[in-house]
């Protein structure tokens, strides 16, 4: 057998960024279905259709920049992207929301940077931000869940509404406030936060739906700690970031934030901590570095939910950190061996 | 006795591939018609050749001395006749050649006189020490750093611990493993004749705990020496690469040698166990080096083992020996898959440091396109020295190799725990051996250019000062003659009749 490496070591482990890719993509599946379960089947056909122009558009990509098809067609990281960004809009986001998204996260966030591993910041929170600030009815239009649990949304329903912008089905209306955009303007109308929980829009202990969907992803997240995917400092570093600052505010004013426990599994802060902030290609490197990194990243995402002008804060608060990468990764070098001390 | 070892950052848990060598015990390599002989088979000066073609040498007489300080000398293995002194190929990743003795042997395989000392005590720590120069021994571990010089604990430090290296954390090689199973007494006769030289009584013997052949035998051979009281074998926990010296240090007395000293400075000498067999044999027996225990394993060997190896032996005659699958001309590896080179040239000889040839890897690496990096940082994880390989792969990458120096590139062992981690699968450590290699040449680009510029400084103050001094010339030559045209006027005042050719003499 000729040796297929010019020098040592001529030995490698089992890791591959392909497998990273579909180990991830795997963890991410109890919370689809729990979606399925809560928002209907529509996610399934928004998801689709993402991977799939995801794929095409990256295709041409690679073919206009000369780069090899196959290796970055399979390296997953596409369809990463494409149901990362499918899970995080509404369920019956119409299908040129969708494109547009994957279309920008593709081009522009990714390739126009480099490609797989140059890009400073996540594709799927970059396409999420810019069709929020540019659609922002459409990306806030969220199915109610409690009317859903009375009049289920079949596939073909969601299809029409999809492409069509005709609902077919009996339900009412399509749009319902997300629980954090209830509690932003419900506080802001001078109500109580236990006040605010009786709307049927509540669950538990948050969002009716959101809570279980976030439960699910934090199993997914705890699959990838476990499979040494992802390591804990930044999940751990965000949830600690956004526990501790809404906690000390909490306790402070009650009556002007949800609680902590709201907080932890509300909108997309599961999904932030567990896949969007650990994204290696654009989160810190260094050990001390992803937990400021992690930690940053809850605390931004707290700071905007509560004062700033979107319910939700996770995506802008990854981009935001994205951006500090380089300074926090150069500031948190680790010592090296024999290092005199200082 | 138990003993709170320390760690280091990462490492790898790799399958050891041990078994495959271990089953039989060390056989003698039979003797080869032709020996070559580098005369650079250690770090420092090669060696200087103190016999011609034609000659008759004996085994183990002298053929080259040591040059400089950091040499040692070279013997020959075996009985015979020098046939060349020549340049032939040299097992080197770049498959060099370098200047070599060959050697056709008799078969006679005659010693020449050797003189053994029976008691090292009657001898002062110099005396044992040029000894053991004399006798060729460098550090058979793998590096070749000659031995003498890591026994002399100088007039400034005073060594406190001893640590005997028997950690062969790399898979396949079991040279180390074999030798301490079966040569344990003169392993301790080697660490009592070290420990005399550096005034030392503090020493431990480091073993993995995927060893206990090695470990008992250690153990048992030390009961019977109740004298070596402050000699312990420290089993250690089976992590690559902690056979590597700085890592070993740190496991067993959780210190760190600081950057750019050496590990006299905090106290510590190691040698590897090899290395302490041959010093014995040297001492005790006054045998030269002039052989090793080389293993030879790997899928593609049916006979694999330990060989105890005359230098000089052709490596391809040592693989024909075990058989193996291989092709004339295939590629192999020399030392171990993580740290060592692919060498494919079938008349290499074995040398000092030549450890283990492997023929056929299990899970090796496949050749593949590398991804981009996606800064995932399992290189850093793996990293047992706290380095940022990723960033490091950038700046060398783009040849930024301020940016790499700065990044501590120098500090790398070249393990491969990194590259053997990556995801994307990086070459990283070639990409780091390139960059050193680049700031080498340029270091020494720089001192030629530094020399050049002095030399050209030089030129300049000379070619300045002698202008200076012309000039100086000069102007006591026109002094002089203005002194001497003031007095001709004079004269001419006194005699107005005097013809005045000799102004045009006098100038230039």
Known sequence: MPLSRLSSPFLAGTNRVTLQMLQLLAALIPAIIAIVYFFGPSVLITMTLAVVVALLAEAILLRLRNRPLKPFLTDGSAVVTAVLLAIALPPLAPWWLTVTGILFAIIFAKHLYGGLGYNPFNPAMVAYVLLLISFPLEMTTWLPVANLSEHPLDISSAFQFIFNGQLTSSIDTVSGATPLDAMKTQIGLHQIPAYIFQQPVFGLWGGKGWEWINLWLAVGGVFLLYRRVISWHIPVAMLIGLSTISLVTWLIAPELTGSPLFHLISGGTMLGAFFIATDPVTASTTVKGKIVFGAGVGLLTYIIRVWGGYPDGVAFAVLIMNMLVPLIDYYTQPKVYGAVKR | MTQKLGSFPGGLKLNGQKKRSTQVAIRKMPLSKKLILPLQQHIGEASIPIVSVGDKVLKGQKIAKAEGHVSVALHAPSSGTIIAIDEQPIPHPSGLSALCISIETDGEDQWIKRQPIKDFTEHTEHEIRQLIRDAGIVGLGGAGFPSFIKLNPGVHHHVETLIINGVECEPYITCDDMIMRERAEGILDGIEIMCYALHVKNCVIAIEDNKPEAISALELALGARPHLKETNVVVIPTRYPTGSE???????????????????????????????????????????????????????????????????????????????????????????????????????????????????????????????????????????????????????????????????????????????????????????????????????????????????????????????????????????????????????????????????????
């Open chain 2, 246 to 508: 700085k890592q070993l240090i740190q496991v067993v007395t959780g210190k760190q040698v600081p950057t750019g000293g050496l590990p006299i400075d905090i106290g510590i000498v190691s040698h590897n166990v090899g290395t302490t067999y041959a010093i014995a044999r040297s001492i005790k027996h006054g045998e030269p080096l002039i052989s090793r225990i080389v293993t030879v394993t790997g899928r593609e060997v049916e006979h694999a083992g330990n060989f105890e190896t005359l230098f000089g032996t052709p490596m391809h005659e040592l693989l024909e020996f075990c058989g193996t699958k291989r092709q004339p001309e295939e590629p192999f590896i020399l030392g171990g898959p993580m740290m060592g080179y692919n060498l494919s040239g079938d008349h290499l000889p074995v040398t000092k440091t030549a450890n283990c040839i492997i023929v056929g890897v299990d899970d090796g690496a496949k050749a593949s396109t590398p991804l981009p990096c996606i800064r995932c940082g399992e290189c850093a994880t793996a990293c047992p020295v706290s380095l940022l390989p990723q960033q490091l792969y950038w700046h060398s990458r783009a040849k930024d190799l301020d940016k790499a120096k700065e990044y501590n590139l120098f500090d790398c062992i070249e393990c491969g725990c990194c590259s053997y981690v990556c995801p994307s699968e990086i070459p990283l450590v070639h990409y780091f051996r390139f960059a050193k290699t680049e700031i080498m040449n340029q270091q020494q680009e720089h001192a030629k250019a530094d020399i050049a510029r002095i030399r050209h400084e030089n030129r300049l103050a000379r070619l300045e000062l002698e202008q200076q001094e012309k000039e100086l010339r000069q102007q006591q030559r026109k002094a002089a003659l203005a002194a001497t045209q003031a007095a001709k006027v004079k004269q001419a005042a006194e005699l107005p009749t005097e013809p005045q050719t000799t102004d045009s003499q006098e100038t230039q």
